[in-house]
């Protein structure tokens, strides 16, 4: 019981936002949407990207997306591009970008923002239909989720 | 491990006799947006579209049989059955293919108003839930008198305010992942979502069987569950927003043939 609780606990602080993250409202998006300095401070941990890719709970981006290196985990979608090659011509701050908030990237994406906490219409609670019960929603991933998921997408090279 | 394809080449005949339009040129208003509208039955496995083939693989025809015997049952205060007052369920043929429809009050209608306003006023029996299974399999049963007629609600007129505002409720980007129905059924039907193969989400098989749920499932069923797939706050089923896009959901797919009871996964 006590193991189950601080592993818990683990999981938890892995999902809040930490002190030095820059805040979803914050992040400086450039003209063409890509974001310059790490979200959470902290180097990303391109292991943990992989289970973030891959969780439904979490990106689930895999969704959408088709990715060779993860075929292990089975039914990759094909709503987005295959994302094999990415890290040969997408750069750390513009993979950054494109998962905080694609629509910076790509105006009107389909592909859903990871770091954004407002503006929504009618936003639920999760996915129980109900009602969001705060203003200003947990963004999908934290600062230094998405910094493992950009760590990742730059090992999936083709060359 | 990409399956793309989208819809596939098969013929959708029941019984060996109903020949059903499953794919035919898109209503006027989708001029824009499609060339051919598409029946989710060809976006289902073979094994799934099997079920739905021959009325006696069908599960859904079980509920079907309950409504039969439902249809002549006298219930509430007034001591009558539907059949006392409409005879034969053949009857109805052609009502589903016009639904929903606005009413003589101005109201727009579905089918489980009509079947509850009998219920309640011209019964005096208590109202059938949305979703429950007595009113399903009751709307099953009517729409099944349509088979094979195509669909042909109508949106102008005293429909064209509700249609408009399903239009636009199509269009927008609901919950956290700021997804509209379009962004699903009209951009990307044909490929898959995780394990899911989208269709164009007609609505002209519906109640439809889900093999997932073992059941017959309402049109607001499916809506809600669509919406709560955003990460939004739904809306109800029975909701007059509910009613608004079951219009204009049905009026995409004005041209393919009443299917119900479809079977999906």
Same mark, same amino acid.
């Given at each position: 019981? @006590?193991? +189950?609780?601080?592993?818990?606990?683990?999981?938890?602080?892995?999902?809040?936002? !930490?002190?030095?993250?820059?805040?979803?409202?914050?992040?400086?998006?450039?003209?063409? &949407?890509?974001?310059?300095?790490?979200?959470?401070?902290?180097?990303?941990?391109?292991?943990?990207?992989?289970?973030?890719? +891959?969780?439904?709970?979490?990106?689930?981006?895999?969704?959408? *997306?088709?990715?060779?290196?993860?075929?292990? =985990?089975?039914?990759?979608?094909?709503?987005? %591009?295959?994302?094999?090659?990415?890290?040969?011509?997408?750069?750390?701050?513009?993979?950054?970008?494109?998962?905080?908030?694609?629509?910076?990237?790509?105006?009107?994406?389909?592909?859903?923002?990871?770091? @954004? =906490?407002?503006?929504?219409?009618?936003?639920?609670?999760?996915?129980?239909?109900?009602?969001?019960?705060?203003?200003? $929603? =947990? %963004?999908? $991933?934290?600062?230094?989720?998405?910094?493992?998921?950009?760590?990742?997408?730059?090992?999936?090279?083709?060359? | 491990?990409?399956?793309?394809?989208?819809?596939?080449?098969?013929? #959708?005949?029941?019984? &060996?006799?109903?020949?059903?339009?499953?794919?035919?040129?898109?209503?006027? *208003? #989708?001029?824009?947006?499609?060339?051919?509208?598409?029946?989710?039955?060809?976006?289902?496995?073979?094994?799934?579209?099997? /079920?739905?083939?021959?009325?006696?693989?069908?599960?859904?025809?079980?509920?079907?049989? !309950?409504?039969?015997?439902?249809?002549?049952?006298?219930?509430?205060?007034?001591?009558?059955?539907?059949?006392?007052? *409409?005879?034969?369920?053949?009857?109805?043929?052609?009502?589903?293919?016009?639904?929903?429809?606005?009413?003589?009050?101005?109201?727009?209608?579905?089918?489980?108003?009509?079947?509850?306003?009998?219920?309640?006023?011209?019964?005096?029996?208590?109202?059938?839930?949305?979703?429950?299974?007595?009113? !399903?399999?009751?709307?099953?049963?009517?729409?099944?008198?349509?088979? &094979?007629?195509?669909?042909?609600?109508?949106?102008?007129?005293?429909?064209?305010?509700?249609?408009?505002? &399903?239009?636009?409720?199509?269009?927008?980007?609901?919950? !956290? /992942?700021? #997804?509209?129905?379009?962004?699903?059924?009209?951009?990307?039907?044909?490929?898959?979502?995780?394990?899911?193969?989208?269709?164009?989400?007609?609505?002209?098989?519906? %109640? =439809?069987?889900? /093999? @997932?749920?073992?059941?017959?499932?309402?049109? *607001?069923?499916?809506?809600?569950?669509?919406?709560?797939? +955003?990460?939004?706050?739904?809306?109800?089923?029975?909701?007059?927003?509910?009613?608004?896009?079951? #219009?204009?959901?049905?009026?995409?797919?004005?041209? /393919?043939?009443?299917?119900?009871?479809?079977?999906?996964?």
């Amino acid at each position: 019981m @006590k193991i +189950t609780m601080i592993a818990l606990a683990a999981v938890m602080a892995a999902g809040a936002a !930490q002190a030095d993250d820059v805040a979803p409202g914050d992040v400086q998006f450039d003209e063409y &949407g890509a974001v310059a300095a790490s979200l959470s401070g902290t180097d990303g941990d391109p292991a943990n990207g992989i289970k973030i890719m +891959t969780s439904r709970a979490k990106g689930n981006c895999i969704a959408c *997306h088709e990715v060779t290196a993860l075929q292990d =985990t089975p039914f990759h979608g094909e709503v987005g %591009p295959v994302l094999d090659g990415i890290g040969d011509y997408r750069s750390a701050e513009e993979l950054r970008g494109i998962v905080a908030n694609a629509k910076m990237t790509f105006e009107g994406s389909v592909m859903p923002a990871f770091y @954004k =906490t407002s503006g929504f219409i009618r936003p639920g609670n999760a996915y129980t239909g109900k009602a969001a019960k705060e203003e200003e $929603l =947990t %963004p999908i $991933l934290s600062a230094q989720e998405i910094e493992d998921v950009v760590a990742y997408l730059l090992t999936l090279k083709e060359s | 491990m990409a399956f793309a394809g989208g819809a596939d080449d098969d013929t #959708l005949i029941i019984n &060996g006799e109903i020949e059903m339009i499953s794919k035919t040129a898109a209503p006027a *208003h #989708l001029d824009d947006v499609f060339d051919e509208i598409v029946s989710g039955w060809h976006f289902r496995t073979d094994e799934t579209q099997a /079920l739905e083939i021959d009325d006696f693989d069908n599960p859904a025809m079980l509920f079907v049989d !309950q409504a039969i015997d439902a249809y002549d049952v006298v219930e509430g205060e007034a001591g009558e059955s539907c059949a006392s007052c *409409h005879e034969g369920v053949e009857n109805f043929a052609g009502l589903a293919t016009a639904m929903p429809k606005v009413d003589a009050d101005g109201k727009l209608v579905v089918m489980e108003d009509l079947i509850n306003e009998c219920r309640t006023e011209r019964m005096q029996a208590d109202e059938w839930k949305w979703s429950g299974n007595d009113m !399903q399999s009751m709307a099953a049963l009517i729409s099944l008198q349509s088979r &094979g007629m195509p669909m042909d609600v109508a949106i102008d007129g005293d429909a064209a305010p509700y249609w408009e505002q &399903g239009k636009e409720m199509y269009y927008t980007r609901y919950g !956290q /992942l700021e #997804l509209s129905c379009a962004n699903c059924h009209e951009q990307n039907y044909g490929n898959y979502i995780r394990a899911d193969h989208l269709s164009q989400g007609q609505t002209n098989g519906f %109640p =439809t069987y889900r /093999l @997932k749920q073992a059941k017959l499932i309402s049109k *607001h069923n499916r809506f809600r569950g669509c919406i709560r797939d +955003t990460r939004a706050e739904t809306f109800a089923e029975g909701s007059d927003e509910f009613r608004a896009l079951e #219009l204009y959901v049905a009026s995409r797919g004005n041209g /393919l043939s009443v299917e119900t009871p479809a079977v999906r996964q």
